[in-house]
């Protein structure tokens, strides 16, 4: 089976410009999750979405971080205008059903590794 | 407030026994996770506390004691592909339910 897919695995650029992340969850999972980690501050849980609905936005840093998510199977993390302090890794994951009882485990991508120059 | 702490390294001698701990303090506490993460890799999850005593799964167990909010996870005949970050995250009420993730330990193998 597909895990979770991320695009792109790099991403280099400029102070200013526009960055968008991508992201397909495993098929049939509900739950999706973005996160930003850095060697600083750890794995930090930015946005998360319930059968496609934004959940709770509270972790994302400030108004530049937007996400959306159109459809089940697929998202984007979207950065404008991009600074240096964005430089991060960035993970989606995915899962099941995300709620105060469930034990499903989040899976994750393989990341965007971005640096904003 | 929320904690999560883990030591930041640990080394240990391949074929032997690790333990990792992680202590947390949150409220209305309803599961710890354990995950693996390689370096450049992504995390991938290893086990899922929610009750006391020990969950076992081949080489790596994990333990849980809600009362003193205190986890670790025993990693046994270790190998050197053993070698990775192990991050601790807890769901508690106070986060609304989502992982409050520790900032993991780094375990090194040496031959």
């Known amino acids: 089976d597909a895990g979770v897919i991320q695009s792109p695995r790099h991403e280099v650029t400029e102070m200013g410009q526009e960055v968008t992340l991508r992201c397909k969850p495993i098929?049939?999972?509900?739950?999706l999750f973005w996160y930003r980690q850095t060697m600083m501050r750890g794995l930090e849980l930015l946005i998360y979405?319930?059968?496609?609905?934004?959940?709770?936005d509270s972790g994302m840093p400030e108004d530049r971080f937007s996400a959306k998510m159109p459809n089940a199977s697929f998202s984007t993390l979207k950065i404008q205008p991009s600074e240096p302090r964005d430089s991060a890794v960035y993970f989606c994951?995915?899962?099941?059903?995300?709620?105060?009882?469930?034990?499903?485990?989040?899976?994750f991508g393989d990341g965007t590794r971005l640096s904003i120059l | 407030g929320q904690n999560i702490d883990q030591p930041t390294e640990m080394t240990a001698t391949e074929g032997a026994i690790v333990q990792i701990n992680c202590t947390y303090q949150?409220?209305?506490?309803?599961?710890l996770f354990w995950y693996q993460q390689h370096a450049g890799e992504a995390p991938t999850f290893l086990s899922y506390?929610?009750l006391d005593g020990l969950e076992e799964k081949g080489r790596f167990s994990s333990f849980l004691s809600r009362s003193k909010g205190y986890s670790y996870l025993l990693l046994k005949e270790l190998q050197m592909k053993d070698s990775a970050s192990y991050l601790c995250?807890?769901?508690?009420?106070?986060?609304?339910?989502?992982?409050?993730w520790g900032a993991g330990t780094k375990l090194i193998i040496k031959p």
């Open positions: 994951a995915s899962s099941f059903r995300t709620d105060p009882y469930s034990n499903q485990p989040q899976h």
């Open positions: 098929s049939g999972h509900n739950s």
């Open positions: 979405f319930n059968n496609n609905v934004p959940i709770d």
């Open positions: 949150t409220s209305g506490f309803n599961g």
């Open positions: 506390n929610v």
């Open positions: 995250a807890v769901r508690a009420e106070d986060s609304n339910y989502q992982l409050i």
